[in-house]
């Protein structure tokens, strides 16, 4: 409803206040003249203007757009990540199948190799043998054994072996995983058959140094690590630091170390990522169109 402006409402006083009207009602002709004279000037005209105000996106509302455009990109960028995450796995598993090459004369090539297979010759320095673990056995099908319940405590939890590696004619010793073994094997007595002396050839994978894990505590000493630590492993053996992890070989002397535990471990959480960016920008601009552009309440 029109609200009327003050200067109509005072000459709807002076009407009530006229005296009756005589000779052709004159005077009021000329009030009402003069109120239709007035009216263009005093009466609000800005209804339909400000529906159509109403209409209109503020800017504020324009840059609430870029929560939802914001996510929608995020999630179109996990997509790239995820094909290019899953392409990378792909081609370290198929460097597993490759044949293997001999170790570089400059041992830094090797950092630009990982999951590279690779031949060494020479002999292990078994006094100087540490462990990494505990950890689950990798069978050669791939699967991992899951350690931890009665029956399978010692067939399926244990410890990797680490052996510094003296390369036959150079200088330079490595070190080398040369599998797993069960809990009561752990002590180098209970395999000593296993414990060869003589020059053998390994074939192995290029591996990396790790990160402390979160929430891993720090090593206590001694030649038991909780994680592939590469720096601290080399100075304790006076190793070069190249870590290879061999190869799973069957013709080993009885409760040998297993060989063969090396696993691609990428991470690759793209898939819940981009579903998560993807909800949310469909979350948003549901909510976006509802209230800036419908204005509808909640």
């Avoid at 203007?49 to 209109?56: G, H, I, L, P, R």
């Amino acid at each position: 409803m029109l609200r009327l402006p003050t200067q109509m409402f005072k000459h709807a006083l002076i009407l009530q206040r006229l005296p009756p009207p005589c000779n052709g009602n004159t005077t009021v002709k000329l009030v009402l003249r003069k109120m239709n004279s007035q009216r263009p000037a005093d009466w609000p005209i800005g209804v339909a203007t400000n529906a159509k105000d109403k209409e209109k996106i503020t800017a504020l509302g324009w840059f609430l757009l870029l929560i939802p455009a914001t996510t929608f990109g995020l999630g179109c960028w996990q997509v790239k990540r995820k094909i290019w995450k899953e392409q990378l796995i792909k081609d370290l598993n198929e460097q597993l199948r490759m044949p293997p090459v001999e170790l570089p004369d400059n041992l830094r090539d090797l950092d630009k190799m990982e999951y590279r297979l690779v031949k060494v010759r020479g002999h292990f320095l078994h006094d100087k043998e540490m462990r990494i673990g505990p950890r689950s056995l990798i069978r050669p099908d791939g699967v991992e054994t899951q350690g931890g319940l009665f029956s399978q405590r010692d067939s399926g939890n244990g410890y990797l072996i680490i052996t510094p590696f003296q390369l036959a004619n150079r200088d330079d010793i490595i070190l080398i995983n040369r599998g797993w073994v069960s809990r009561k094997h752990v002590n180098p007595e209970t395999r000593a058959l296993g414990q060869n002396q003589t020059e053998v050839e390994v074939t192995a994978v290029v591996r990396k140094g790790e990160s402390r894990p979160q929430f891993t505590p720090d090593h206590k000493g001694g030649d038991n690590y909780l994680y592939r630590d590469l720096p601290r492993m080399c100075s304790s053996t006076g190793a070069a630091p190249v870590f290879l992890d061999a190869v799973y070989n069957e013709q080993v002397a009885p409760h040998s170390p297993v060989g063969g535990q090396t696993r691609v471990t990428l991470r690759n959480d793209h898939l819940s990522y981009l579903i998560t960016w993807f909800s949310l920008s469909a979350a948003t601009s549901y909510l976006w169109y509802r209230q800036i552009v419908k204005r509808i309440p909640f």
